[in-house]
């Protein structure tokens, strides 16, 4: 029998309107969809209704596959000569894991073809009025895991990205908010820089709060915002409350009906 092919296909960052054409096109033909806890169920309908969906979900603090397990899923339904869809939210390469299923993937012989998308870091900041880079205001930014792993030292050199950097997007990172938010401060980002969480990011069920970074961790709390969550951190998050203002006066006049 011969090997189907795996698509590895980045689900944008929750909206299904921002998936890729080419990420709709590869859903749009899979026998086999390998999907994770970000993906929206608009997507899911994208694909053929005879299709065989497998939910390999991964979420913080909960019972879920391991990753050699969705290896190993991709793997044989490949082999049984399957097109193979795995949908990751966001971008497969960004905090995706989508590079250990490709090693996976090559090294069993399985094709594999990876469809990037667009990442969280960018779209959710710019979905609330937020560029990550302005001129004059932020020349770089930097997209950091807050989440380095059970049992692994944090990657992030903190103290490091608090002088180097103008913004700052944080993935997995609101349970160690207080802790991320001191060691920034420490290393000289002061205590009123601007910033803000969101989750749900570009959904119909997306919340945001805003507050001073010494603040932010107390006001998410009080906002009632959950886990999965993406932060930003910089003076770019000062713009959004005009950048906002002058979006929704730009937006045209609700038509007038007469009788």
Not at 43 to 64: H, I, N
Not at 204 to 227: C, K, M
Not at 239 to 249: G, H, I, V
Request: hydrophobic share 45%.
């Amino acid at each position: 029998m011969e090997v189907g092919t795996v698509y590895l296909v980045g689900a944008g960052p929750g909206d299904p309107e921002l998936i890729t054409l080419k990420g709709a096109a590869a859903l749009g033909r899979a026998e086999v969809v390998v999907y994770d806890a970000l993906v929206q169920e608009g997507l899911l309908k994208m694909a053929p209704k005879d299709a065989v969906f497998l939910y390999m979900g991964k979420r913080c603090g909960r019972s879920c596959p391991s990753q050699e397990e969705i290896n190993d899923t991709l793997v044989q339904q490949a082999r049984e000569g399957k097109t193979v869809v795995r949908l990751k939210g966001g971008d497969p390469f960004v905090f995706g894991r989508g590079g250990e299923e490709v090693l996976a993937l090559g090294r069993a012989g399985v094709p594999c073809e990876v469809i990037p998308g667009v990442t969280a870091g960018v779209a959710v900041p710019t979905s609330m009025g937020i560029p990550v880079t302005h001129r004059g205001i932020s020349g770089s930014v930097a997209f950091v895991t807050g989440h380095p792993g059970s049992g692994l030292d944090d990657p992030v050199d903190w103290e490091a990205l608090a002088k180097a950097v103008s913004t700052i997007v944080i993935y997995m990172g609101l349970t160690r908010l207080p802790e991320i938010a001191a060691r920034l401060i420490a290393a000289g980002r002061p205590y009123d820089t601007p910033a803000a969480v969101v989750s749900q990011g570009t959904g119909a069920d997306q919340r945001q709060v805003t507050a001073p970074l010494g603040e932010l961790f107390n006001a998410a709390s009080a906002a009632g915002i959950e886990t999965p969550a993406l932060i930003i951190i910089g003076k770019v998050v000062g713009l959004r409350k005009e950048f906002s203002t002058l979006a929704a006066a730009a937006l045209p006049a609700e038509p007038t009906h007469t009788k």
